[in-house]
């Protein structure tokens, strides 16, 4: 039901009073308030508020969410907002997020506090999502602007919003359109009202006209500064997860604890060795766990020296290096079988300086539990008393010794901190083993081992194994046994189709599998025209996820028809294509990557355990954490610690992660171009209508889909 909701008038008199400021505050001479690092995120459980409430968290910003809809939510009232610490005025919070401009009852104390706070303190509010119209600063959008679905539309970034917070963005915003029959994106479109301060930072061309209309803009009034956004998203949506990181930098002026970079790592699995192709015939893997004990011929697909050429060609061109999980029993096996020759292993070697090189154990060999392959799907075989048969420690260990022996001795420059096992093997895996092998552990520490891939789609949170701590690495669905276009397409089609369509029917005992086909794709086109965008789409996410975790394929995607290019070139172009120079693809190695999520882990449980202080003082922030934390921030660029300067240049600010002793705080000064905050001017007795709620639209969920039998 439509409900209007209007907030009292206030005098600057009453502002002050009603958050029980000292006197002094509007003094000249009073001390600068203390403006804690921490966003209020009110939400009414819509996806907008939950989305930046998922950028706040996923970058390690500290955040406090009041849920309107919880029973027992505090009020927010002038004590909740703002107190005195040592004779100094503290708001406690350095920005608002709203579900939209107003989202209080009718003449709302709640609503009156806030209002009263923003002025005090120069708070800037962020309306999540709401509709055009004159209270907002816009032109209502019947009749002169647009309200419908921007499914597919290419909007752009303004003069204004590159030269502010979307300075990060080449200039164009496309909206998601994934599905011809699902509406996944409404919007409003109009131009500012007369006579408004309003200034457009995203913008989209009105259907029928021959004007703009904007999707994200900032409104001044009253003496309040609201970023106004009137299209509905979530947290999974290109178009948000575009303009996530400016709607942060916009409500914090740039100044904050946590970072964002937008990370693309690629393992390729099993080099040397050769990889077990699809028999479009029978529907399986001959030489693999799939196919019964016998069924068909093996026909292995390994790369040659020409794909090594093309792959190198293709870093150089691409200013990025793939990561070589390796078996070196394949190329050992393979000179065993060819006289001495591997022209590939000496392609490899030769050219092992342009390349990151991952120990991927010696033979590939299964170490978990012992496999019974004589039944299909396998299972674990067991021992006299019924318990499970475990590949025992020193087997573990010699895989992974052995490998690092071998690629020592070839000269490719390891890492010997990190291990892929084959598989993932040795890791849990559900249905057959639901445990890890208890061998595992040591074996890894036993062989130094300080970080261990691990599958995201069945393991995805980083976890202690022995002295080894988990890298989840997402699967891309570029099969493992497919070095041809048509092969990728036979198997998706079997996997992804119903039995009625001459599939497995996976997707029919598994309903929830998102990636299910409505037919069967062709093979001569199905690639190109279906998979290639789809796994594009998926792994770009993580990409502007802020998501360091690897993707893997495996090195049957580089030979033949080098089937997994075009999704690499999909996500590096099409990257390419929305951010500006400043703000590069972090191509990071499988420990950095480590490192980086397990500093991640510690920052945000030292965050939740509220063992986190920040606070800016005019240019001046000071973080005081748990001694060996690494604390994390982003600043303006020109910010310093001491006499140098703070951490590393990316998309127009600086940030980066700082150690410290026990019993110490971090201190940066700010650039004097940082504005600090402050009691905002022309706070008169001006009435600040509220408008009425916004309709809701809640765009369609954007689920990933599962990759289904593609690991080996």
Known sequence: MKRTIRTTALTVGALIASLALPAGTA??????????????????????????????????TPYTKVDLGAANRPSIDAGFLADTVDGRPRARFQAVVLPNDNPFPANSAEMSALVAYEKAYGIPQVDAYTYARPEVGLQ????????????????????AGLAGPFGYLDGAVPFEDNSPT??????????????????????????????????????????????????????????????????????????????????????????????????TVLNCTPGDVDCAPGEGTPNPIRMVPADVDHATAWQNSRNFTLDLAYNGSGSVDHRQDNNGADPLADKLIADRGRFRWVNHTYTHAFLGCVQDVSVVPWKCATNADGSTRWVSRNEISDEIATNRVWGQAAGLPLDNDELVTGEHSGLKVTPQQPADNPNLGPAVTDNGVAWLGSDNSRDPVQRRVGSATTVSRYPMNVFYNAGRAAEQVDEYNWIYTSRAQGG??????????????????????????????LETRIALGHVLANDPKPHFIHQSNLAED????????????GYAGLFADNTPVVNLRMADIGVELQRRAAWRAAVDA??????????????????????TATMPAGTRRGGTGFGDAYAGAVSGWTTLPAGTALSLTLPSSATAPQAAAGTGDTAIPTPTAPRTRVPAGVSEPVPYGTER
């Open 27 to 60: 003094r000249a001479d009073a001390p600068a308030p203390r403006v804690d690092l921490r966003v209020l995120v009110v939400s009414d459980g819509g996806p907008a508020t939950d989305a930046i409430a998922a950028e706040l968290e996923t970058a390690g």
């Open 140 to 159: 209502y959008a019947v009749g002169t602007g647009y309200a419908g679905s921007l499914d597919g539309v290419r909007a752009e970034v303004t003069q």
């Open 182 to 279: 699902v509406g996944e994106s409404y919007a409003y479109l109009s131009t500012p009202a007369a006579g408004a301060d309003f200034v457009p930072y995203v913008q989209a061309a009105i259907p029928g006209r021959p004007t703009k209309g904007s999707l994200v803009g900032e409104y001044r009034h009253d003496g309040r500064r609201e970023l106004v956004v009137t299209f509905v998203y979530n947290q999974y949506q290109q178009q948000f997860r575009l303009l996530a990181r400016g709607i942060v930098e916009w409500m914090t002026g740039g100044v904050h604890l946590g970072a964002d970079r937008n990370y693309f790592a690629v393992h390729v699995d099993d080099v040397f060795a050769a990889d077990d192709r699809w028999d």
């Open 504 to 533: 497995s029917g996976i997707c029919e005992d598994n309903p929830a599998t998102s990636t299910c086909l409505p037919a069967p794709l062709d093979t001569a086109t199905g690639y190109t025209g279906h998979i290639v965008p």
């Open 562 to 573: 080098r089937i997994a290019y075009p999704v690499l070139d999909g996500v590096l172009d």
């Open 610 to 631: 509220g063992q986190v202080t920040a606070y800016r003082v005019g240019d001046t922030v000071t973080v005081q954490a748990p001694g060996g934390v690494a604390v």
